[in-house]
């Protein structure tokens, strides 16, 4: 994709604000003729050229009024091009005049306000009699002498079934205009990253240790029962859980030290050489009560045959939750990482008194993983930044009909948090941030993995970088582009390896390559 800045730059004069356009057209009666299009305006197809050129053919002057991305709820992950984008997208349209960016759920103080002589409907609006939000639309437009304009047609005026049955695929267009529309340029990126280096992370959570046994199958050991039978070929054991989240942290250049709790056994050992190999400082709480948490899956031919998971999850004792409070009360670090797999170690007795220890200053996160037990994000209120995915919001708030983005905006209100990263999958991230009258409250970003080859680990990637670029640069734009592209690199390899910071410099240098700027 090549970027043309001078043509953009004539394109952005069309889009102005409310005040801005009310002072441009001036009032009624006026030399020219004015008329206003509403809509989403997600995806521009013929259905909407034909509406707009026919708007246009019967005034001077044409706005195009699109909705803000806030107020679109009628489908999931919609808007699925943002409202910058749209508005360019508009303006670059010869036919179009104006275009302005509607911050109220329904136009009608944009037409109380502007009061276009025509305000242009779609066709199908006269389907079955009079919309009621036409209707409040009209009773506006009587209050000045303006008129409704049904547009002839024979395309339904709506980019859903376009969407629905085939999302284009943008990515890059649609951070392209988050970035434009923020001021962070892909230096800013790259300087956030250096700036990532040399961070102190203490990371408290569950050690869960991944293998991987794999097996040829021989067959059935008799004739009588339905037993398999395979030969051991190899077993292959990683330290996975929250001890994944603190060896990323290390690969991005963090001074990392992790707390968790093992048993008094051969995986405790593992575990511990693994954190010194690394380079992690790690104080482990032993406890001889409950074994190392192992999770065993037996491969054949690259089918799983079993999951055998090896673990106690009681809560830990009052005495071991005191140690706990007691290592991060010790350390002096930028930033606090809580990583719950909800194995014993958090929990509602324990939350609370180790979110005390905590001291006030360093950066506070939190990750809750549910895949298997009954956790929940909730649990970790007042926190900097949190990370779940859908799921786990859905389960935290007994929601599972809400459409994704009032779903994390209810969330992010009762979690009270400051920054809330939603992990969508391949869908990528929708972000929630303290909204000002120059800020937005929210911003998506598309996932940027190409080919995906394993999505395992990529939350552990993306929480991790979003931890340290959030504490670097306080910006949860260049936390969630930075978290974003780790979860790509993450995405792209095979098993839950750490991503590096050269990996994700390498892929925003592709992507820079693909934008090219002038």
Request: some cysteine; hydrophobic content about 40%.
């Amino acid at each position: 994709m090549s970027v043309d800045l001078a043509a953009q730059a004539g394109y952005r004069r069309k889009i102005k604000t409310r005040d801005e356009l009310h002072a441009l057209l001036g009032p009624r009666p006026r030399a020219k003729k004015v008329i206003m299009c509403h809509g989403t305006f997600d995806l521009v197809h013929p259905g909407h050229i034909r509406h707009l050129m026919y708007a246009k053919s019967k005034a001077d002057i044409l706005v195009a009024s699109l909705t803000s991305d806030a107020h679109i709820s009628k489908a999931n992950y919609r808007p699925f091009v943002p409202q910058q984008l749209r508005a360019m997208n508009l303006a670059a349209l010869e036919v179009v005049d104006y275009v302005i960016v509607d911050d109220d759920p329904k136009p009608l103080e944009n037409l109380a306000l502007l009061q276009p002589d025509y305000f242009a409907k779609g066709y199908e609006y006269t389907d079955g009699g009079v919309n009621p939000r036409t209707q409040e639309e009209m009773d506006v437009l009587a209050t000045y002498g303006g008129e409704v304009i049904f547009t002839p047609g024979d395309v339904v005026y709506s980019s859903s079934r376009f969407i629905e049955s085939e999302p284009p695929k943008i990515p890059v267009e649609k951070l392209v205009a988050l970035m434009e529309s923020e001021g962070v340029t892909f230096e800013t990126l790259r300087a956030a990253l250096d700036k990532c280096r040399g961070l102190r992370v203490h990371v408290l959570g569950d050690t869960i240790v991944d293998s991987y046994i794999y097996t040829t199958p021989i067959g059935s050991s008799t004739s009588k029962t339905p037993t398999l039978s395979v030969k051991l070929e190899e077993q292959v054991d990683f330290a996975g859980g929250a001890a994944v989240v603190a060896r990323h942290l290390r690969a991005a250049g963090a001074d990392v030290t992790f707390s968790t709790v093992l048993g008094e056994d051969a995986h405790k050992d593992f575990v511990l050489a693994e954190m010194e190999r690394h380079g992690i400082r790690c104080l482990p709480v032993i406890d001889t009560t409950r074994p190392t948490t192992q999770k065993a899956a037996y491969i054949a031919n690259g089918y799983r045959l079993l999951k055998v998971d090896r673990v106690d999850n009681r809560p830990i004792s009052e005495k071991l939750v005191e140690q706990f409070a007691a290592a991060l009360a010790s350390t002096e670090v930028d930033a606090y990482v809580f990583s719950d797999f909800r194995h014993g170690i958090f929990g509602k007795g324990s939350i609370p008194e180790l979110t005390a220890a905590l001291k006030a200053g360093p950066l506070k996160v939190a990750d809750s993983q549910v895949a298997s037990r009954w956790g929940n994000i909730l649990d970790f209120h007042g926190f900097d930044l949190i990370t779940p995915n859908e799921k786990e919001a859905r389960f935290s708030l007994a929601d599972q009909d809400s459409v994704v983005r009032p779903l994390a905006l209810e969330l992010y209100r009762r979690a009270g948090c400051k920054v809330l990263i939603l992990k969508m999958g391949s869908r990528g991230i929708i972000t929630y941030r303290e909204a000002s009258h120059d800020v937005r409250a929210f911003f998506t970003i598309d996932a940027f993995a190409d080919p995906v080859v394993d999505p395992v680990g990529a939350g552990d990637a993306l929480l991790s970088y979003a931890t340290l670029s959030l504490r670097a640069t306080g910006d949860p734009v260049v936390a969630s582009i930075l978290a974003t592209m780790a979860a790509g690199v993450a995405c792209e390899h095979d098993g839950n390896t750490p991503v590096t910071p050269e990996q994700v410099l390498h892929k925003l240098a592709v992507i820079e390559k693909r934008i090219s700027y002038a």
